[in-house]
């Protein structure tokens, strides 16, 4: 989190990357703090991709936070 990762859900953490190129930096610093045991997944997606996300609270539809250009999912 002190590197502007968000938690997203439990266990998920997302960060807005302007592009491709800025995106490949953190991913390179992520895969320098891999822990000894677990498992990490990167992920990236588009703004449109975040943007057509369905996300719900009990059974409440709830709006997704403002879309962004591209974001990594962790």
């Given at each position: ?7 997203f ?8 990357c ?10 390179k610093?992520v895969?320098?703090?891999?822990p ?6 990167i ?15 009990c059974k409440k539809e ?7 250009q ?5």
């Amino acid at each position: 989190m002190s590197d502007g990762f968000t938690m997203f859900q439990f266990s998920i953490y997302v960060r807005h990357c302007a592009s491709m190129d800025n995106a490949q930096v953190h991913i390179k610093r992520v895969k320098s703090l891999l822990p000894e045991h677990g498992n990490v997944g990167i992920l990236c997606i588009t703004d449109k991709q975040f943007a057509d996300m369905q996300i719900f609270y009990c059974k409440k539809e709830v709006k997704p936070i403002a879309p962004y250009q591209q974001l990594e999912l962790f």
